[in-house]
């Protein structure tokens, strides 16, 4: 099968230029000016632009939490992420305490196979560092193409490791080719502000933000940083949501030290105050928490000064229901967010639209750069020859509102109800085939692929 796209605005992280695209089976062979090429099919991009398809490093599908399972699973999350012209996400495969990180990737694979509609990879988190699941770092890298590994700074107990796991982590990793990514917050200075606020009936939402204000994750960002320093390790923070953490890479770069920062959509455009909504503002209860404005304003500015190169979701979305189990208590509410399929049109409507970053600078942030980070570029993350066809067609004057009503995750609220927005995704193309099309999803489950990642070095 081949497909000509013609007349569109091709936009990477680097140019912007009028262009037809020839695909053949799953890649991009010729790209130029009025190509004299016979396909069959042509897609006319005329008054559109032509983006790569979106990476999202950072969602978590079927992810067991709290008792329950985030609502979407590899089917429902890679189709809804497809229709916001998403092609690829990177998963969180969690390691339980006692058991190997070979166990846990059993049952990941359990999940994604055979269901997922789009592309997916792994990070590995490593919840129980010890001899044995050292000896698994090299297996991971080299045999199944997994180079990143996850740690928490919080959550003892299930998911969090001390420094001196971190500092023995990190040294397996850079020795074997990888990267260490982190949940930088405090979590013993949470545990205890959680339990100050329950023993004085302090219940609702807003005590959840109340429980991780911003110098526990400055503070936790700040110490991997001098972690990663001091080991040599490639370091990744995922959703930096504050100037404080900000600042921690901004010193690093002092010293010469490069540390990648993700922040997620969120905490570009939504501030805290949405918590003062009584338990309504269950709906934004996720670790960390909303910031405050002067935040966003921080994390708009690192995007421009190239702190922050990735912008993710952390989407991990629970029924209304299941967050009504902490109705009574805000540490029993599920922690989560559903924007997998918002992130695009929301970065290109709030950033883009609103003269906050440019058109290369999108899609730097939402494709290449996760794309090269975790070791899938050029392969994917550009559009250029011999890279896979995962192409978005994207409308940028069309107005549109999001609303539970019409979106694709499987979830009954949206965290952004009613919000207006211009610039919508028309078309994708994943590995070539036409994925999403006039709102319909053309493509069957079991169709994503997993992609294995290359061995990583910290630079971009």
């Not at 790209?31 to 090429?37: Q, R």
């Not at 950072?58 to 497809?82: C, I, K, N, Q």
């Not at 930096?240 to 990648?260: S, Y």
Request: charged share 25%.
């Amino acid at each position: 099968m081949s497909i000509l796209i013609k007349n569109g605005r091709v936009i990477t992280a680097a140019e912007d230029y009028v262009a037809d695209i020839y695909i053949e089976g799953e890649t991009i062979s010729a790209i130029g000016k009025n190509l004299p090429i016979q396909a069959d099919a042509v897609i006319d991009a005329s008054g559109k632009l032509v983006f790569p398809g979106g990476i999202d490093p950072h969602v978590h599908l079927s992810m067991p939490f709290m008792g329950t399972f985030s609502s979407d699973t590899y089917e429902t999350g890679t189709r809804a992420a497809l229709f916001g012209g998403t092609t690829t996400v990177i998963d969180f495969v969690l390691q339980k305490q006692g058991h190997s990180l070979k166990d846990a990737l059993a049952d990941w694979n359990s999940r994604a196979r055979g269901t997922a509609v789009g592309d997916y990879s792994f990070h590995m988190a490593v919840t129980d560092f010890n001899e044995d699941s050292k000896a698994e770092i090299k297996d991971m890298v080299e045999n199944e193409g997994i180079t990143s590994f996850k740690t928490f700074m919080a959550y003892k107990g299930a998911l969090m490791i001390n420094d001196s796991q971190m500092v023995g982590l990190m040294q397996e990793v850079k020795k074997q080719g990888g990267m260490v990514t982190v949940h930088a917050t405090n979590g013993d200075m949470i545990d205890y502000l959680i339990a100050k606020h329950r023993s004085e009936g302090k219940l609702a939402p807003l005590y959840h933000y109340l429980s991780q204000p911003e110098v526990t994750e400055a503070e936790a960002s700040c110490r991997f940083t001098d972690l990663a320093d001091y080991t040599g390790c490639p370091g990744y923070i995922v959703h930096m949501t504050c100037e404080g953490a900000l600042n921690g890479v901004r010193n690093a770069t002092r010293r010469n030290q490069k540390v990648f920062a993700e922040t997620c959509i969120q905490y570009l455009i939504l501030d805290a105050s949405l918590y003062e909504k009584d338990f309504e503002g269950a709906k934004w209860v996720m670790s960390p928490p909303l910031r405050e404005k002067k935040d966003q304003q921080a994390l708009w500015a690192g995007i421009n000064q190239g702190l922050v190169q990735v912008v993710a979701t952390d989407h991990c979305p629970f029924m209304w229901e299941q967050k009504l189990m902490g109705r009574d208590d805000f540490s029993k509410i599920p922690n989560g967010h559903p924007a997998i399929e918002n992130r695009m049109e929301l970065l290109y409507s709030e950033g883009v639209g609103k003269g906050k970053i440019t058109l290369n600078k999108y899609v730097e942030v939402a494709c290449t750069n996760p794309a090269k980070i975790f070791g899938m570029f050029p392969r994917k993350g550009t559009i250029g020859i011999g890279s896979d066809a995962d192409i978005v067609i994207f409308d940028p004057e069309e107005k549109h509102a999001l609303s539970a009503k019409t979106h694709h995750m499987n979830v009954d609220y949206s965290g952004y109800e009613g919000w207006e927005l211009t610039g919508k995704v028309k078309t994708v193309l994943l590995r070539g085939t036409v994925a999403v099309d006039d709102n319909q999803c053309l493509i069957d489950k079991g169709y994503g692929q997993f992609i294995k990642r290359k061995k990583v070095n910290g630079t971009i």
